[in-house]
């Protein structure tokens, strides 16, 4: 009520005063950052609200269009599309995956502003500003990846002349990664300040990604298959981190394990993680992830990853088996006893986003790029070991031996398939690796549109060409 009477005397104001004065009025329900930031305390709350955006994750554009998965029911909306290769500008996996990142970025770029005149002890200005420059170089790299050159707003918009931004070449967004991710590894402290919050170790792991990135496709950039493995090696053994002995015990977790380094956790009965609805299946519904038989096949003898992370002839609550099987490690399967379909459920299980795991991988694929398998075999295979149903069992995942440099790549590529699936880098590997025809010779003639040049990026939201009158990267046609 009160707001109501405030806007009748502010129009009345109008009316009897004049236009100009009207408009001289000073809004009095709006908070300045000069006011806001009176309260200390506010520059950290500030700096943790921009984890709201997370995590970046969206399954139909980092993981639907590769060889890993079978085609979801044509009642998923736009999900079959996407995985006969016919996404396109308008859809909303596309939108979200340009604007989740952008907002995280416009939250960091706004305290980034602030922070250099904050009131606060050079160590803690110098903390907070890694923690927003290390969210703002996560999100560039998960524009990049997907999109090629994108705009790059390092500062805050001061008026709509500052939304219009060209493009910037992607080997420029990298440089500006690399900083934000150098300066956050600088100077962010070894051991972060709450669960789910940036900290040295997690800045070190994402240089890691980002350097192996650049050193393969389109970039290829190999000299920096010695900055990758010097900085996973560094996790490895410099950091307080060691493997799960148990592959299953990385996942269904709402706390971080051992192997954790960074997360996307979720409040229990407050928050959901998705991918519980986008692998979960149930009697009448399909998830829009699911296993391809290809993928399935694939798996080495004994391998627990297989075992439990994918769920075949699962028992269905009325009786029989569940027509299709799912993946395993983000689905609470007592909700699939319990009859519970997905659009009902609430499923608190945390999302890893950097997990010790892929330091090995990282370490393995690089060591051998640059220097062949001899030393590369200790990485690969201590992930290999940990994946053994009985790890007393050699022939389960047996340590890998005799492979040239070219067998070994194939190797470790797989590798990222088995242990990494479903966590949001099969589709980025699929093109750091250059291998989207992987999906051609498994899907052939049953695509919309063969695979291509244009598979290399997906397209910009039309919103974006639209406002913003940048250049569309190549269609689908």
Known sequence: ????????????????????????????????????????????????????????????????????????????????????????ESYYSSREAWNGPYAVIKNANFILKYLPEAPLGASTVANLTGEARFLRGYAFFQLVQLFGDVPLPLKVAEDYGDLRLPRTPQADVYKQILEDLLFAEANLPPTAAQPGRAYKWAATALLARVYLTMAGNPLNQTQYYKDALQKATDVITRGPFTLVNDYADVFHKVAYTTESIWEKQYTADRGGNPLHGASCTA???????????????????????????????????????????????????????????????????????????????????????????????????????????????????????????????????????????????????????????????????????????????????????????????????
């Not at 109008?14 to 009095?28: H, I, N, S, V, W």
């Not at 269009?65 to 996404?87: F, G, H, K, R």
């Not at 190797?411 to 990494?420: L, P, S, T």
């Open 283 to 477: 009697e009448g519904y399909t998830p829009s992830l699911v296993p391809s038989a290809n993928f399935i096949a694939s798996f080495p003898n004994g391998d627990r990853r297989l075992q439990w992370g994918v769920m075949s002839n699962y028992p269905a609550p009325g009786g029989g088996t569940l027509a299709r099987p799912f993946f395993h490690k983000f689905v609470d399967e007592t909700l699939i006893d319990r009859g519970v379909l997905p659009s009902g459920a609430v499923v608190s299980y945390a999302i890893p986003i950097l997990r010790f795991a892929e330091m090995y991988l990282i370490a393995a694929e690089a060591e051998n790029a640059m220097n062949g398998p001899a030393q590369a075999y200790q990485y690969i295979n201590q992930i290999r070991k940990r994946a053994r149903i009985d790890k007393n069992n050699l022939t389960h995942v047996p340590d890998l031996a005799g492979l040239n440099q070219a067998q070994f790549q194939q190797a470790v590529w797989k590798e990222w398939d088995w242990e990494m699936h479903e966590e949001g880098l099969s589709w980025t590997t699929m093109k750091r690796t250059n291998t989207f025809n992987r999906i051609q010779v498994q899907r052939g003639a049953t695509l919309a549109v063969p695979v291509g040049p244009y598979n290399q990026t997906w397209p910009i939201p039309i919103q974006e060409i639209t406002n913003n009158n940048i250049p569309q990267n190549p269609a689908y046609r």
């Open 1 to 88: 009520m009160k707001k109501i009477h405030i806007i009748l005397i502010s129009l009345l104001a109008f009316l009897t005063q004049g236009c100009e004065k009207a408009l001289e009025e000073k809004p009095k329900t709006v908070l300045s950052p000069n006011q806001f930031f009176l309260n200390t305390g506010n520059y950290e709350a500030t700096v943790k609200g921009i984890y709201g955006g997370l995590p970046l994750y969206f399954g139909a554009s980092q993981e639907m269009i590769t060889d890993l998965y079978a085609a979801p029911s044509s009642q998923v909306e736009q999900a079959l599309q996407i995985y006969n290769n016919q996404p396109t």
